[in-house]
């Protein structure tokens, strides 16, 4: 069974401070990684996806994460957040089975 | 449509009443999901649906739980005898196909439902 652990659960940053996020899961096969983001009274957004080729992937609104096999890791970073990047960020795998295994979330508070 | 609608938006109801929420998939996507998203909990998979099939069922967390899906298109959820712990958003996702490499799962905004 595939399981994604998100190790923090609140980040508190100030403006133009760097993020990173982590993300670990775990099964053995082929995975496709995942992160979306959740902004106060929206819905889930895709931020991000990995599935083959370049490991470093970037996504939206100048995000980027890093799939390291050896690490079963797939962290989340951005260089200098924004007051609205302010949300509830979700690590997600699916393995080509179709369902998506989320982790529980980071809840990310940037201070102005 | 244009994403994944939900209906309804935010829905009361007393304990013990039986409740029903609906989802309205993209256009022309055949994978349907259906899952939980409750305080401190992140989101935990209910249910997936292949056209009108339902390949894997093993979130529903109890029989009060179903769902159905007619027409390769909408989906209900149905929740019986509603307890208090059923508090939660409930989000429903499509995607073009299933278990394919590369497929990216769309979430509607979710129905808020709250037990009192």
């Known amino acids: 069974a595939q399981s994604v652990s998100q190790h923090n659960h609140h980040v508190i940053l100030s403006e133009a401070a760097s993020l990173e996020l982590g993300c670990n899961y775990s099964y053995g096969g082929t995975v496709n990684l995942f992160w979306y983001v959740q902004y106060p009274g929206q819905h889930l957004q895709l931020l991000l996806k990995y599935f083959s080729g370049d490991p470093l992937v970037k996504g939206i609104k100048g995000f980027e994460a890093e799939f390291i096999k050896s690490k079963f890791s797939f962290n989340l970073r951005k260089p200098s957040v924004q007051w609205s990047d302010t949300a509830e960020y979700f690590c997600?795998?699916?393995?080509?089975?179709?369902?998506?295994?989320f982790g529980k979330g980071t809840m990310l508070l940037v201070s102005p | 449509g244009a994403g994944v609608s939900q209906s309804p938006s935010n829905k009361v109801t007393e304990k013990g009443k039986d409740v029903e929420l609906r989802c309205d998939p993209i256009s022309g996507h055949t994978a349907l999901y259906w899952y939980r998203q409750s305080l401190g909990q992140g989101l935990e998979f209910l249910i997936y649906f292949q056209g009108n099939s339902a390949p894997d069922k093993s979130g529903l967390p109890s029989d009060r739980f179903s769902a159905e899906r007619t027409g390769g298109s909408v989906s209900t959820l149905t929740i019986q005898r509603t307890q208090q712990e059923d508090s939660a958003v409930y989000l429903c996702a499509s995607s073009l196909v299933s278990g394919a490499t590369g497929n990216t799962i769309y979430f509607g905004e979710g129905s808020w439902l709250t037990v009192v």
């Open positions: 997600a795998v699916n393995s080509g089975y179709s369902t998506l295994t």
